[in-house]
């Protein structure tokens, strides 16, 4: 099996991240419209502060998978 070239790895990355950013907006898109949608949460969680600085991690989380499925081998399995 030979290796793919990197312009098809980038093509691949970029439309698979595409496709969550659509489902991903589309889903809260969806919630946001929505009357009837609950809060649920534990008591404790009330007491985590807020860090504001915690958001470039979570915002960053996208570019993660986009250089994983980037680096990622052909046929190897990283699987835990």
């Known amino acids: ?11 691949i990355s970029v439309a698979l991240s595409l496709l969550w950013l659509i489902v991903y ?4 898109w969806i919630t946001a419209h929505r009357s009837d ?3 649920w949460f534990y008591s404790w ?3 985590i502060p807020f860090v504001p600085l ?11 998978l986009f250089v ?3 680096c990622a081998r052909a046929g190897t399995n ?3």
Do not use: D, H, Q, W
């Not at 099996?1 to 093509?11: E, F, G, L, N």
């Not at 907006?25 to 809260?28: A, E, I, L, P, R």
């Not at 915690?54 to 993660?64: E, G």
């Open 1 to 11: 099996m030979s290796k793919p070239s990197k312009y098809y790895a980038a093509t």
């Open 25 to 28: 907006g589309g889903c809260s």
């Open 37 to 39: 949608v609950g809060t």
């Open 45 to 47: 969680e009330r007491l």
């Open 54 to 64: 915690m958001i470039i991690p979570y915002m960053s989380i996208n570019l993660f």
């Open 68 to 70: 994983g499925r980037s």
């Open 78 to 80: 990283y699987a835990f």
